[in-house]
């Protein structure tokens, strides 16, 4: 764990994985549980075995330090809440600074992975700042409604087909309005598909997004 300073001062903690040596960096942004096992999980596996430079932010930090939550409807419930307490603004504060640190490591080109609750704010990071390369949401909630905003980086979306929380009506406005944006369902998985922590877990849905996500990041970053 790292802490990091936000540019309105605000002083938040942060995981990191790899080093500054590393070929390519990543913002890793969490789930609407905070920084999990599974994150942090993440971020290893993308340091250990493909070579990233990886800082994933406590967003909920903003609202009550330290927070993690279990994978139940309780922890989501509180991470709803925790969320609803934070500006849109102060989140992408947070992602922008975490992209800073890594540009500060000498990395110009840095990308931004979300999951979940992360999946929208990475979304935003792209469309909204400019410090991105490259730009990933896994089963991002939310997007639908602020597609009409272009993002400024190549981005791509992995959605499941069995999601009860992201209607498919949200995915074919995504298509509609941006149709620029690679995006892939896939039509057997669930929202959260690709943590082995929940119970959507789907392996084979999890591999081919993780593989497809690799290969996005190897083109543009």
């Given amino acids: 764990m790292i802490s990091l300073t936000a540019s309105d001062t605000h002083h938040f903690s942060a995981y990191e994985a790899g080093t500054p040596d590393a070929k390519r960096a990543l913002v890793v942004i969490q789930e609407i549980f905070g920084l999990t096992d599974h994150i942090r999980a993440v971020c290893d596996e993308l340091a250990e075995h493909h070579g990233y430079h990886v800082i994933a932010p406590a967003l909920f930090d903003r609202a009550e330090r330290d927070t993690v939550l279990p994978y139940d409807d309780a922890g989501m419930k509180k991470g709803l809440a925790l969320k609803d307490r934070i500006a849109p603004d102060d989140l992408l504060a947070d992602v922008t600074a975490s ?23 990475a979304w935003e990071a792209a469309t909204r700042t ?44 995504i298509r509609e309005n941006r149709p620029e944006v690679e995006i892939f369902v896939y039509d057997d998985a669930g929202h959260g598909f690709g943590c082995e922590d929940r119970p959507s877990f789907n392996k084979p849905a999890r591999d081919l997004a993780h593989a497809r996500t690799m290969a996005f990041f190897d083109r543009h970053l």
């Fill in 130 to 173: 400019r410090d991105f390369a490259a730009a990933v949401a896994w089963y991002g909630g939310g997007i639908a409604s602020v597609s009409h905003e272009k993002p400024h980086c190549p981005t791509q979306l992995h959605f499941g087909g069995e999601d009860a929380h992201i209607p498919h009506t949200d995915i074919a406005t």
């Fill in 99 to 121: 992209a800073h640190a890594l540009n500060r490591h000498g990395h110009t080109r840095v990308g931004v992975l979300g999951f979940c609750w992360g999946g929208l704010v």
